[in-house]
């Protein structure tokens, strides 16, 4: 969940389903597990959250005797963590296991921080790209899978998702291993279920967080990961590690944070294939559009078999019209002036991991280049001046303002600014390619 100026540090979590990259880091949780036979309790029921208990403005519990010392927020801290602990163990965690897992666990602000003020990210989708599948990057995964490849192969044989994909979505999140997340993950999760901003869902994933050490897979000052609780080599949240995480090494436990990334990379593929994975289907493909293609019909609503487009004049970068995947969509991540994709339902499953444009066309291009691709064929429109952050809200109170449908002013380009200012273009009488442009704002400002 880091924003950093690189897309592979410990929980990265971005929400830019839109055409551009100009948007700010929403908090969008990692993928977020549907109950599975793994998913139990102490009783062998399916778990579920505990119910949010009272947080800081309504706490009335005491705290421990101990925390005299404490500043007046950790003393809070405790006694909900008290009133938590013992919630936890009426739903079945033993007091064993409870106890291990909060000895020593304070309010930690730092973490607070990082929920409050994550950073803007500016980056365009040309220079996200550039670091996700940049020279350095697809070197180390061709080492990776020359140093893995036996292991890889037989997961790939027993899931059915190509070598490459797993590695990338490794390179993605924690550049193969070497940025793991150092934070405990239940002090981590406890403060922020404590804080309350989105306590319940925390909540949720600490209560899976103390499942997974009853279970024995982990100890709990091994439970590490990033800020947001996202853990091991290819960053699972509790719910999915319950839900999907595997023993591929056959030792007993669903090791995903030891040196050994075996367990890890299986469990992502474990994952990718629950949610429909197709072997030999590609997540997307560069094409060429028809001169006046309608913009409108770039958008993931909108499938049609490559035959159907092909009829319309789009062509792979060959020239050569595009193989039958089956159904696609077209994709323009930089609106009409930067390359354009036809998506098929590979891509739609790595959304299940990061719901973001750019995090899926991430992976897609790294598990290309991985297995020897070249970079994309058309130019990026890297001149193009990205809209501050102020920008993007004036443009989405312009839109608002007109009668186009902004549900929040928030300066997130999501679908739904996407969706208003195609509408607007096309009122406008300008090519609708939802592009949140400058050229788009100053139409606004002229209006």
């Known amino acids: 969940m880091l924003t950093v100026l690189t897309p592979l540090f410990a929980g990265l979590w971005i929400a830019l389903s839109g055409p551009a990259i100009a948007s700010p880091v929403a908090q ?41 010392s404490m500043g007046a927020k950790d003393r809070a801290f405790q006694g909900w963590l008290a009133r938590y602990k013992a919630q936890v163990v009426a739903k079945g965690i033993r007091p064993d296991v409870a106890q291990a897992a909060f000895s020593g666990i304070r309010y930690n602000a730092s973490i607070v921080k990082n929920d409050r003020n994550q950073a803007e990210f500016k980056r365009q989708i040309w220079d996200y790209l550039d670091s996700a599948a940049s020279p350095v990057r697809v070197k180390n995964g061709k080492a990776a899978l020359a140093r893995h490849g036996r292991i890889l192969s037989q997961i790939e044989r027993a899931y059915g998702v190509e070598k490459e994909v797993v590695l990338a979505v490794w390179g993605m999140e924690t550049a193969y291993g070497e940025r793991r997340g150092t934070l405990d993950v239940i002090e981590a999760l406890a403060t922020l279920a404590f804080d309350g901003r989105r306590g319940a869902f925390f909540e949720k994933q600490l209560f899976a967080a103390l499942q997974i050490l009853q279970s024995g897979d982990v100890q709990p000052r091994a439970m590490k990961g990033s800020w947001a609780g996202a853990m091991g080599h290819t960053q699972f949240i509790p719910t999915s590690y319950l839900a999907y995480a595997v023993d591929f090494t056959g030792d007993g436990k669903r090791d995903i944070w030891s040196d050994d990334p075996t367990d890890a990379l299986a469990s992502t593929a474990a994952y990718l294939q629950r949610h429909g994975w197709q072997k030999g289907q590609p997540w997307g493909i560069e094409v060429r559009l ?44 930089a609106g009409l002036k930067g390359p354009a994709f036809m998506i098929f339902d590979n891509f739609t499953v790595i959304t299940r991991y990061n719901n973001s444009t750019a995090y899926v066309m991430g992976v897609g291009h790294l598990s290309d280049r991985i297995k020897g691709g070249g970079e994309f064929v058309a130019p990026w ?4 001046a990205a809209l501050s952050y102020d920008e993007r809200l004036e443009m989405q109170r312009r839109l608002q303002q007109r009668g186009f449908a902004v549900e929040k002013i928030d300066g997130i380009i999501g679908p739904n600014t996407v969706a208003a200012i195609r509408a607007f273009q096309t009122a406008a009488g300008v090519a609708p390619d939802g592009f949140p442009s400058q050229d788009v704002l100053k139409l606004l400002r002229a209006r």
């Open 290 to 333: 028809p001169a006046g293609f309608d913009a409108n019909l770039a958008s993931r609503k909108i499938k049609r078999s490559p035959a159907q487009w092909a009829q319309m004049g789009i062509t792979d970068m060959a020239g050569r019209a595009p193989r039958n995947h089956g159904p696609a969509s077209i994709l323009l991540p």
């Open 28 to 68: 969008s949780p990692r993928p977020e597990a549907r109950p599975s036979p793994q998913a139990t309790g102490a009783s062998g029921v399916i778990a579920t959250s505990p119910r949010p208990i009272e947080r800081p403005a309504t706490l009335n519990a005491q705290p421990p005797a101990n925390t005299a």
């Open 381 to 384: 429109p890297r001149g193009y």
